[in-house]
Every structure is written in structure tokens, then in C-alpha cells.
């Protein structure tokens, strides 16, 4: 089916006629679009987008397509549907930058949305991380991203780069320039096409050496690899992530500190067991993400990183000082057991910090648990009414932990701003706080409690914004949901050894997914008055062929009378949905 020209002028101009100036461009335009209508719409879409037409922006426009033609006859991207390349084509400048450097992460993997927004900052991409999750939804929406998890908000957490794309932008990235990737042995790059390189290893005879970097090297990716080239080398380096690479040590760190461009340093790799003293050089550092690695306490030298925004580092003791971190938006993860006081006390000057994460490890001090209860108190306290805190975890099995949650911190009544709250990992509640009057954005929950009684389930019932509840309850679950509750939910996970959910006519109005974990009993009574249910999961913990047999009939029964709800029953533990740093597909 082509379009023709009335039907490209009625789109853009209300009217059968062109403007006689801009007759020619048009003819040059439609041309390019090979008669396509899908194409022809979209750019009609993009050239209402411009406002005031010049004959300087049609032309502009022509150029753009210029680059859509030349690559969409490219043997490489022959395969690729024309209206892919074309939401790539007319992105701003700006954001097709931040599209060619997913190129750079390994093809099918999924990437946590801090590692993203972290490389797009180092690399001057994006000024701030709230323009960087800007930057991830526009791409998401012009499907050049996937979302893979998403929070309750419906903001992604980890994403994925289709097949597809990554090899689109991968070859426009290579023809650029923009980006070298190489996945198995070569001798030899062109060093002078190595500003940004990444080394993904396909095999085991994949060696990164000196031979594959350059000194102009500003941003460099290192995936499964063996060896290390020469870090030193690269003086102007801002980005540096390493992805298990086993032969990356402690001794590579030491090499890093003469980095002092560095602005993101990212390791996902075991092998790394502390952070060097000299640390400090790195005075430019905006971002630290540490993962599945056995630091377990942070330098005194952190202290002088005031540029840092986002520090990621799993369970590790803090030094005192940290209140010179007055940027810090995202702190994880906060082990207030094992820091040294002065830096529980420190913790509640932090006001700019908006997502927290803590624990309490096993602290040698016990003697000295109650000051740390009152200070660590104290400090939560000033993050909620005097910061910018919206996300909160709590997390850890120590009694102190659990005597928290029982003091007065839920009570405060100007927490207006959180908007998820998550006490996990066998840090059990006693009850869950009367949030209704305060918790007003409050979307997702996640808690832990021994027992969860009527009350409770009332409590959660009324928070008016709340999509997203996890509930991990220790004792044997009985709920029965009524009508005008839980009015915005989307997602529930209930995990216990026994099961009996109970629902009334006009529950649960929006929820769309239903999470099931059990060892032991599953009872659904009346599952069918959910109306807008869609999906059931249930999984089933480490129990005999009868149980399970007995658990999948119940949830069969349950369906029965459903319409349009697909059951998924699987005898494995289902995984939390946070991920790795990269996730293999």
C-alpha cells in the first residue's frame, strides 16, 4: 500500500496542498519513507513536532533521513523492521548518544537502571540522575529499551536492549565511532577509534590485554574476560565497569586511584575483597557500585568522594565523616551494626538522600546496642521530615533491627514523601503501622511479620496509592479481602507455608497479577469475583509429589470459574526480581 502526497499534506497541514517552498523537500522526503504509511505518519508526527516550518529544518529533516536509507540498505541491518530505525533516526541528539551507548553492554543482558543512568553520567550524557530515568523512559517508549523489572510506579529497574536493536546500534555505533566492542580474540584495534571499548568475552580464549586500549580511552567495559590490560594507560578514563572477570584483583585496584577522571566505577566481581587506602585521588567519583564482591567495609578515604551521588556497595560498615556526602541520593547498603557510631549519628544530615537501604549485620558490640538503637532512631527520623527520602529497606535478622520497628519511627506524621517501604530478609514486624493518615504516596510495600492479623490487613487496605504488596508471613495466612480496599493494587506476592485467600464481589478492583508461594496449603475461595485478574502464579517450596499434587489441584479449582486468567504453577523457589548487575537471557 503506498500513500501518496494529499494524504502526507493532510496529515501535517490539515489541507490537500503543499506550500509551494516546500514542495521539493516533501517530493525528497516521501521518497526516502519508500511510499510506506507507517513511515510517512511518523513523519508527519515529527514534522508537526517542529513547529514553525524554515526551508533551513526541512532540509535538515531530508539530511536526517539520508542516514535512515544508507542504513536500512546495510546487508548487516537488512532484517530489521524500517519503523525501528526510524524511532532511533529521529531522537534528539542527545538521546541517540544515550541509545548507541547501550551498544556497549553485552548483547541479551539485563542491565540494573543504576549501572545505565550511572554510564550515561560519567560520560556527560545526561546532567542528573532524574534526567538520566528521563532519558531510560522516552527510549522505553520508542521501544528501543525493555523494561524487565519494574517498580510499583511502573519506572523501570533493570532493562534489556533487544537482539535486534543491539545490533542496530551497535553497527551505527561502529560506523560513528561512537563505540569499539569486540567479543573474541584480535590482535590489534584501531587506536584510534577506542574513545569507548568494550570487551565481552564469547569464549575462554578471550584475553583483554594492552594491545585492545588506548590512553584516549574515556569509558571502558569489561565482561567475563581474562586478564587485565594495563588500567594505568587509560589516564582520561570516566567510566570503568568490570563484570566477573576472574582475573581482576585487588591489585588492579591499587592501579585505579591514578584514575582521577574517573567518575563511575562499577565491579560485579568476587574476587575483589577490599578498596585501596588511596582511594581518595578519585575526587571526581559521582558513582560507586560494588556487587557480589567480599568488601565488607568501605575506606576512611570514602569520606572525601563529595562529588558521589550513588553508592551501592552491598552489606559494609561505614566510617565516621560521611556527612561531607551532602549529595548522596541513593545509599545501599547501610550496615548500622557493624558502622561506627559517629556515623549513625552522621547518617540523619544526609538530606538529599532519596532511596536507603540498611541492615544490622552481626555487630561485635552488643553492649552497645541500645545507643546505636536511639542514634540509628534518631537519624531515620531526620531523613523522613527533614530530607527527601521516598524509598526505605530495612532489612536483617538481629534482634535490634526488630526493636526498631517497634519504637515509634512509623509514627512520624510527616512521611508524605515515601513511596516504598520495604522491612525484609528476616527482619520480622510486630504489626503494621497505622500508616492511613500519613503514607499518602506510600505505592509499594514489602514487609516481613510472624503473624498477620485482620487489623493489619485493614491498615494495608487503605492506603489510597498502594499498587505493589509483598507480604512474607511466617505463620500460617488467612485473608479474606472485601469491597473497597487495596483500590489502587496491582501486584500481590503472598509467601507462606499455608495459604487461604478469600475475595468479595467488587475487591481488589485493578489487580492484575496475583503471587502465590507455599510449602504446605493453597485455599482460593471466590478467585473469579477478581475481575480484572490476568495472571495467577503459584509456586511451590521443596514439597513431597502429593502436597504439590494436591496444591495444583486446588489452584486448578480456584481457575475454574476464571475467565481469561493464566495460571503458571512451578515447583522451584521463585526468585526476588531485583537482578544481577548483567543477567544472562
Not at 487495596?486 to 495459604?499: E, K, M, N, P
Amino acid at each position: 500500500m503506498m500513500m501518496n502526497l494529499e494524504n502526507c499534506f493532510s496529515n501535517i497541514y490539515g489541507t490537500d496542498n503543499c506550500p509551494l517552498q516546500f514542495e521539493r523537500n516533501m517530493g525528497i522526503i516521501l521518497k526516502k519513507c519508500g511510499g510506506t504509511p507507517l513511515l510517512i505518519l511518523k513523519m508527519a508526527g515529527h514534522i508537526l513536532g517542529r513547529g514553525p516550518m524554515r526551508i533551513d529544518a526541512w532540509e535538515e529533516i531530508s539530511s536526517e533521513l539520508n542516514c535512515f536509507r544508507e542504513c536500512s540498505q546495510s546487508e548487516s541491518l537488512h532484517s530489521l523492521h524500517q519503523n525501528m530505525f526510524l524511532s532511533y533516526t529521529l531522537l534528539p541528539r542527545q538521546l541517540k548518544d544515550c541509545a548507541l551507548f547501550l551498544a556497549g553492554f553485552p548483547r541479551g543482558s539485563i542491565v540494573d537502571i543504576d549501572v545505565v543512568i550511572s554510564s550515561w553520567i560519567a560520560e556527560d550524557l545526561v546532567a542528573s540522575r532524574s534526567s538520566g530515568a528521563a532519558n531510560v523512559d522516552e527510549l522505553i517508549n520508542q521501544h528501543l529499551l525493555e523494561p524487565v523489572q519494574t517498580a510499583a510506579d511502573g519506572k523501570a529497574e533493570s532493562v534489556r536492549v533487544s537482539s535486534l536493536v543491539h545490533d542496530m546500534l551497535a553497527k551505527i555505533s561502529y560506523d560513528k565511532g561512537f563505540y569499539t566492542a569486540a567479543s573474541r580474540p584480535v590482535s590489534r584495534l584501531d587506536k584510534t577509534r577506542l574513545n569507548r571499548l568494550s570487551l565481552v568475552s564469547e569464549n575462554a580464549g578471550f584475553i583483554a590485554d594492552n594491545n585492545l586500549i588506548s590512553h584516549h580511552t574515556r569509558a571502558m567495559i569489561l565482561y567475563s574476560c581474562r586478564g587485565v590490560p594495563s588500567l594505568s594507560t587509560c589516564k582520561f578514563l570516566r567510566l570503568l565497569l568490570v563484570h566477573r572477570c576472574i582475573d581482576f584483583s585487588n591489585a588492579n585496584l591499587k592501579s585505579i586511584v591514578q584514575l582521577v577522571y574517573l567518575k563511575a566505577l562499577i565491579l560485579n566481581t568476587p574476587s575483589v575483597t577490599q578498596l585501596p587506602r588511596q582511594f581518595h585521588k578519585l575526587q571526581m567519583l559521582e558513582s560507586l557500585i560494588i556487587q557480589d564482591s567480599s568488601v565488607t567495609k568501605l575506606p576512611n578515604s570514602i569520606i572525601n568522594f563529595e562529588m558521589l551521588t550513588c553508592l551501592k556497595v552491598g552489606e559494609v560498615a561505614f566510617p565516621s565523616g560521611i556527612a561531607r556526602l551532602q549529595k548522596l541520593e541513593k545509599l545501599e547498603i547501610f550496615d548500622v551494626g557493624s558502622s561506627v557510631e559517629n556515623a549513625v549519628k552522621e547518617l540523619g544530615s544526609l538530606y538529599n538522600l532519596r532511596v536507603f537501604s540498611c541492615c544490622w549485620g552481626l555487630s561485635t558490640i552488643k553492649q552497645k546496642d541500645d545507643v546505636r538503637i536511639f542514634w540509628f532512631e534518631t537519624s531515620l527520623g531526620e531523613l523522613v521530615t527533614k530530607g527527601k527520602l521516598e524509598e526505605l529497606t530495612l532489612s536483617g535478622g538481629n534482634e535490634s533491627m526488630v526493636r526498631i520497628l517497634a519504637l515509634r519511627f512509623f509514627r512520624f506524621d510527616t512521611m508524605v514523601k515515601l513511596r516504598k517501604l520495604c522491612v525484609e530478609n528476616q527482619c520480622f514486624m510486630i504489626r503494621v503501622p497505622p500508616f492511613t493518615s500519613y503514607y499518602l504516596r506510600l505505592a509499594h510495600v514489602s514487609v516481613s511479620m510472624k503473624v498477620i492479623e485482620a487489623e493489619d490487613v485493614t491498615a494495608l487496605g487503605k492506603l489510597p496509592s498502594l499498587a505493589l504488596l509483598k507480604l512474607w508471613i511466617e505463620s500460617p495466612v488467612s485473608i479474606e479481602f472485601g469491597k473497597d480496599s487495596f483500590l489502587q493494587l496491582h501486584r500481590f506476592f503472598v509467601f507462606s507455608d499455608a495459604l487461604e485467600l478469600g475475595f468479595k464481589e467488587g475487591c481488589l478492583s485493578k489487580l492484575e497479577k496475583l503471587h502465590l508461594k507455599t510449602s504446605s496449603e493453597v485455599q482460593v475461595l471466590d478467585l473469579d469475583k477478581v475481575s480484572s485478574l490476568n495472571a495467577l502464579f503459584v509456586s511451590i517450596v521443596g514439597s513431597c509429589a502429593t502436597i504439590a499434587s494436591a496444591i495444583a489441584t486446588a489452584v486448578n479449582k480456584a481457575t475454574a470459574k476464571c475467565k481469561g486468567v493464566r495460571v503458571i504453577i512451578m515447583t522451584e523457589t521463585i526468585r526476588d526480581e531485583a537482578g544481577p548487575l548483567f543477567g544472562e537471557v
